[in-house]
């Protein structure tokens, strides 16, 4: 069983930035990737930005040039950082494991992220 812990949600104006972060309680799967998803009200869950066992990163288009995903020196921890933000970011932002032997992903409890005015 793998546990999510995210924190560094909030409210923030457009054009701003915001950091989240993700800690992971123990990792052993030998194929996985850790990254991030959203979901907006009344819309589907939606991938934001994802990293393969620290390989290659893949974005969201609607994301990239403006968020940056990153491992951090501590083992099992991610973070998001978010810049230009736009009030179409925001959402309740969720951190996920994906164990690709098992098929199974791993969620956090969600952090939300509010763009306004």
């Known amino acids: 069983q793998v546990h999510l812990v995210e924190s560094g949600g909030g409210l923030v104006q457009p054009g701003g930035s915001l950091e989240l972060s993700c800690a992971a309680s123990?990792?052993?799967?030998?194929?996985?990737?850790m990254g991030w998803y959203r979901q907006a009200p009344g819309k589907e869950r939606e991938l934001v930005a994802v990293?393969?066992?620290?390989?290659?990163?893949n974005y969201a288009d609607s994301v990239k040039g403006r968020f940056t995903l990153s491992r951090g020196n501590v083992e099992n921890t991610v973070y998001l950082q978010m810049n230009s933000l736009k009030p179409e970011d925001s959402a309740v932002y969720y951190c996920?494991?994906?164990?690709?032997?098992?098929?199974?992903?791993?969620w956090g409890q969600g952090t939300q992220v509010i763009v306004s005015t």
């Open positions: 990293s393969f066992n620290r390989g290659p990163t």
């Open positions: 996920n494991v994906r164990d690709f032997m098992s098929r199974r992903d791993y």
């Open positions: 123990e990792i052993t799967f030998t194929r996985y990737s």
